[in-house]
């Protein structure tokens, strides 16, 4: 096997063990299963949420589903919780005057799809989260609490076990979270790609 066509396949299979879960976590650290709850405070109206719960998997074989959520100040609504270890849920803010222009619950969920619906911000959590290794058991529960929406997204603070506020300095995607699957399958196919070319080239 030529060099760059070796090279090729270790990128390849990289690439799919991170997207198996087979890169361990940070040392001290562990994955651990995280479930949400969201609580509404008590000077944020105006809104209709939704949920998008989007399955786990390799790019093209995720699903998103929708759905409404009721959120009030005293009791914590229970966010859904997707199949597979890199799923994610998106509570998503939607304006009522935008709400009010979809007759059904399912038109909005289709443009909110579609990203055709003005004003909207969201934020995302994920099926799979990094705590330290003294926290006891592989599964938390976390409450984020709506304190504010501004044209720069929904505030929330964040409480529960192994809960950690992050630093600015550091990047919310950790290695095995979606995002960086996405990059890290992207780079190997990139550098399979660039190498098949130059082995074409060198023939």
């Known amino acids: 096997m030529r060099p760059f066509a070796a090279l090729a396949v270790v990128a390849i299979v990289a690439g799919f063990a991170a997207a198996d879960g087979l890169v361990p976590p940070p040392k001290g650290k562990k994955f651990v299963s995280a479930s949400y709850e969201v609580l509404l405070g008590k000077d944020v109206k105006g809104y209709v949420f939704v949920t998008a719960a989007t399955t ?6 995720q699903r998103t589903t929708y759905g409404k959520v009721e959120l009030d100040e005293k009791k914590a609504a229970a966010m859904p919780s997707p199949s597979g270890r890199f799923g ?83 990047k919310k995607l950790a290695l095995a979270e979606p995002g960086y699957l996405v990059g890290g399958l992207a780079a190997a196919l990139a550098v399979t790609f660039g190498g098949l070319w130059l082995v074409r080239r060198r023939k």
Do not use: C, N
């Open 88 to 170: 994610t849920t998106t509570l998503i803010a939607v304006p009522e005057d935008a709400a009010k222009e979809y007759k059904t619950d399912q038109e909005l969920f289709d443009a909110l799809k579609d990203k055709k619906v003005k004003g909207v911000q969201s934020v995302r959590m994920l099926k799979q989260e990094t705590v330290d290794e003294k926290v006891k058991g592989d599964k938390v529960t976390w409450t984020h609490t709506v304190t504010g929406i501004d044209d720069k997204g929904i505030k929330t603070t964040v409480s529960g076990d192994g809960y950690e506020e992050p630093k600015k300095e550091e």
């Open 56 to 61: 786990g998997g390799r790019p093209g074989s």
